[in-house]
């Protein structure tokens, strides 16, 4: 039993099997709703006028530049909490220009113009209303959209560790996984667990089967921000049994090696 513990000390995140359905279901439900703003999130936030008649421009017909907005070519840091990043190029192309705004432990953003907005513990929707409303004050019949930037997946186990950014509020699990390089040959497709809330003392777990069809219907594959996806290791134990021993076989055989060489002088 010794044994079996010291080769199964590098698996993770072990689980009697019984998993809190009912906090499940009401962690996916929340899943399938827009993601709640939290503090400490950093958000992309598109101020255009005219009911950002801007965005869908066949013709061409708008003048090139900057639309009336808070998303201005500038390079470098701004103030308080603010991060710019110029993803392309386009002299003033607010398509390629990403200003990120950090969200205080309190809740509030600093924001050009209309200054701190409390932002926490809304949605995507209700906070891109709420900053028409406040840009009406300055613009012609202002659009927002907001993005929240930093939003990720932690995938540990067989594949080493990965950080995976969120492209999107609905990611699944297949998509995090591609994205991490699929599950190696030294990964149990059948035991993947999905586990939210760890920083709390009751986290909920989903044990995922991806080894067999039924077991991908089965499963809820969406993934909330922070989640962590585990891949269980494979064990291999004649290998890891002969890598653990290999040093005292290397120190046996050079010293039989050294003897016989001695006795032959």
């Not at 809190?20 to 503090?39: C, F, G, H, M, W």
């Not at 959209?145 to 560790?161: D, E, K, S």
Request: hydrophobic fraction near 35%.
């Amino acid at each position: 039993f010794y044994s079996c513990r010291t080769y199964n000390q590098n698996i993770m995140f072990k689980t009697s099997g019984d998993i809190n359905l009912d906090k499940l279901k009401k962690s996916l439900a929340t899943v399938e709703r827009n993601y709640i703003i939290q503090p400490n999130d950093y958000i992309d936030v598109r101020v255009y006028t005219n009911r950002g008649e801007r965005i869908f421009d066949p013709n061409g017909e708008l003048p090139f530049g900057v639309p009336g907005g808070i998303n201005n070519n500038q390079n470098g840091a701004g103030r308080t909490g603010r991060r710019n990043q110029n993803n392309a190029g386009g002299q003033g192309n607010q398509g390629n220009n990403i200003n990120e705004f950090l969200v205080q432990h309190n809740g509030l953003v600093k924001l050009p113009m209309v200054d701190y907005v409390k932002v926490a513990g809304l949605t995507l929707l209700q906070t891109d209303s709420l900053l028409q409303t406040l840009y009406s004050r300055y613009y012609v019949e202002p659009f927002v959209a907001t993005h929240v930037t930093n939003n990720r997946i932690y995938v540990l186990g067989a594949n080493g560790g990965n950080v995976i950014q969120m492209s999107n509020d609905n990611m699944n699990l297949l998509e995090v996984l591609a994205q991490a390089g699929g599950v190696t040959r030294e990964g149990k497709a059948q035991n993947i667990r999905i586990i939210r809330d760890y920083l709390n003392h009751d986290p909920i777990v989903q044990i995922v089967d991806l080894s067999t069809v039924d077991g991908l219907r089965k499963a809820s594959l969406y993934v909330e921000p922070n989640d962590v996806v585990y891949i269980e290791p494979n064990q291999r134990l004649f290998f890891e049994l002969l890598r653990d021993i290999s040093p005292i076989i290397n120190t046996f055989v050079g010293v039989v090696t050294t003897y016989l060489l001695v006795k032959q002088l």
